[in-house]
């Protein structure tokens, strides 16, 4: 269990590790530990260390030098000017190393001779990096998924049609993207974009003022108080230019540590404003699926869950309906008034007027819940024992006296669901999931 982030935590290569505990049937057992913030894999970064551990004098400067040693070759600064560099050579000399996924200058080429790499690389391209970047899609670091562009493109109109002038783009480096290429190519297309994310790769393509390299899971700036600062002055609304931040971190991560870094953020913006924003949040798009539901409603009882379904270039599972195998299960959550969020009625969504908000053909409105309660897009069925709609695929069990799938065994498992920690479920088929 994550105890969260913890002052004067030590350091591994991705900024301040956090604080966890083992736990055992829900209550903590055995000694605390810190652990990477950012990586769900011990290959990715094996940092550990006691909470209560002495760490010799040796071993700190070590770890220290190590930390700088695993630190990208050049600096974001560097980038920016090997960039500038770069646009000037002839198409001819554009060269982009596969393996090092780097832009190279041609005093470089001999070093990547044995590299695969890609010429003639054309300024669209440059404009494109999300394109031109392999997507690092490693499950429990990265997990790169890439908007289709139906959804970028939905996700962009939407956020313009509600008068958003600028967009904190938190992991969504396609969506900074299309921002970036359209403020570039249409004059009338006054919206900014400040893209926050720990794949380093983006700052050969964008100046300091657009990327920062940034950790979600613990709130750090590689960059520092400079890289901090340019976030803070992004998010202040000059000439009433309103901000929205848009986050779509990987799914495998931990909701108490992302929430706590998306305070972070909201209070940033929260101090911005001189006159104070009368206890307004900073509006917001959390895209993440909908079994997390009551998990963000934790951190964030201000949000709900819209049905709008999210889909991936690279995700074979997570596709829109009608085309990929099968439906995606990410969603919208946001803070915004649920009404607002207008859904494309081509596809499908409808809207209810009992419940003020858009939902998916699917959806039916059920009378006895009074609410349109289908959280995947089928037509759910109302349950009048468990007393809530559930899944089509469900039936009531009298011996687990809930609904639950046909075949389950009605003995308990000893490994508990992921979501409540209770025993006999999994998390597919956590009851607290579906709370109305
Ligand atoms: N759908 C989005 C991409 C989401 S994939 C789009 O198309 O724009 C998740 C993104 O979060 C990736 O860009 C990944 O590099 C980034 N990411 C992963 N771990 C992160 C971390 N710890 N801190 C910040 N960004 C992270
Ligand atoms: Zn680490
Ligand atoms: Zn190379
Ligand atoms: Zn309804
Ligand atoms: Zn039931």
């Not at 190393?97 to 010429?119: G, I, N, R």
């Not at 508990?416 to 006999?424: E, I, L, S, W, Y």
Request: net charge positive; proline share 5%; hydrophobic share 30%.
């Amino acid at each position: 269990a994550l105890l969260g982030p913890a002052p004067g935590a030590p350091c591994c290569p991705h900024g301040p590790a956090l604080l966890f505990v083992k736990t055992s049937q829900g209550t903590e057992e055995g000694r605390r530990f810190y652990a990477c913030s950012a990586c769900r894999d011990r290959k990715d970064c094996n940092f550990f260390q006691w909470e209560d551990e002495k760490v010799s004098e040796a071993r700190l400067a070590a770890r220290e030098e190590y930390n700088r040693s695993q630190q990208p070759c050049f600096t974001h600064r560097q980038n920016v000017d090997r960039y500038k560099n770069f646009v000037l050579l002839p198409l001819s000399k554009r060269r982009f190393c596969q393996e090092c996924q780097q832009l190279l200058l041609p005093a470089e080429w001999k070093k990547h001779s044995d590299h695969q790499f890609l010429s003639d690389v054309t300024t669209a391209q440059l404009k494109s990096p999300s394109q031109l970047l392999y997507p690092l899609e490693n499950k429990k670091t990265n997990a790169q998924y890439l908007f289709t562009d139906r959804s970028c493109q939905f996700l962009l109109n939407l956020l313009t049609d509600l008068g958003f002038r600028r967009v904190l783009s938190v992991g969504t480096p396609r969506l900074h993207e299309m921002i970036q290429s359209k403020a570039a190519q249409e004059e009338e297309f006054n919206v900014r974009s400040l893209l926050l994310d720990i794949d380093f790769r983006y700052s050969q393509f964008y100046t300091e003022d657009e990327f920062c390299h940034y950790n979600m899971f613990n709130h750090h700036f590689f960059g520092g108080e400079a890289a901090r600062e340019t976030c803070r002055k992004f998010l202040c609304e000059e000439n009433g230019e309103r901000v929205i931040m848009v986050t779509d971190p990987p799914f495998g991560g931990l909701v108490e540590a992302l929430a706590s870094s998306f305070k972070k953020l909201m209070a940033m913006w929260r101090e911005t404003e001189k006159e104070g924003h009368d206890n307004r949040e900073m509006p917001m798009f959390w895209i993440f699926p909908y079994f997390f539901e009551s998990r963000i409603l934790d951190f964030f009882p201000s949000f709900s869950m819209m049905d709008y379904q999210v889909d991936y270039d690279n995700h074979a599972l997570y596709k829109h309906g009608k085309t990929g195998r099968r439906q995606s299960p990410v969603r919208i959550f946001t803070n915004l008034t649920p009404h607002m969020i207008v859904l494309p009625e081509e596809e499908g969504y409808r809207f209810c007027t009992v419940c003020q908000r858009y939902v998916s053909s699917g959806n039916q409105h059920c009378e006895i819940c009074n609410s349109c309660t289908s959280k995947d897009g089928r037509r759910w069925k109302h349950c009048v024992l468990c007393k809530k709609c559930v899944k089509p695929s469900w039936f009531h069990c009298d011996n687990c006296k809930c609904c639950t799938l046909q075949k389950h065994s009605c003995e308990k498992t000893d490994s508990g669901c992921f979501v409540c920690g209770k025993a006999g479920h999994k998390r597919s088929a956590c009851p607290s999931l579906s709370r109305s």
